[in-house]
């Protein structure tokens, strides 16, 4: 059974940073490209960043480009999100999910895996 859980999110002030963590179980971590997802009321889910199996490319939604980092640490089958100079538009709740494609894909590849979200609130 494959388990996903992140962890991380609260309320936060605009210009500060919030470091998320997802961890996953029930499956091989290091098979998998990985990403964080985020989705605020009404509005339409959408990639904020994904890591390729190792680490060794990655792709950021162009709103998040030099402020959020993701990162992977295989042995641990955790998941980090980074995120400095946060603003107001960055509310949403946060996704963390595994691609079962196997392809990279960046973003748009198949999350077939997500867990519940971590909700993250900043206000301005």
């Known amino acids: 059974q494959v388990q996903v859980m992140e962890s991380g999110g609260g309320l936060v002030q605009a210009g500060g940073s919030l470091n998320l963590s997802c961890t996953v179980s029930?499956?091989?971590?290091?098979?998998?490209?990985m990403g964080w997802f985020r989705q605020a009321p009404g509005k339409e889910r959408e990639g904020v960043s994904c890591?390729?199996?190792?680490?060794?490319?990655?792709d950021y939604a162009d709103s998040v480009k030099g402020r959020f980092t993701i990162s992977r640490d295989n042995a641990k089958n955790t998941l980090y999100l980074q995120m400095n100079s946060l603003k107001a538009e960055d509310t949403a709740m946060y996704y963390c999910?595994?691609?079962?494609?196997?392809?990279?894909?960046?973003?748009?590849?198949?999350?077939?895996?997500w867990g519940q979200g971590t909700q993250v609130t900043v206000s301005s």
């Open positions: 999910a595994a691609d079962r494609s196997r392809y990279w894909s960046a973003c748009a590849g198949d999350f077939g895996y």
């Open positions: 029930g499956l091989t971590f290091d098979g998998y490209s």
């Open positions: 890591i390729s199996w190792r680490g060794r490319m990655t």
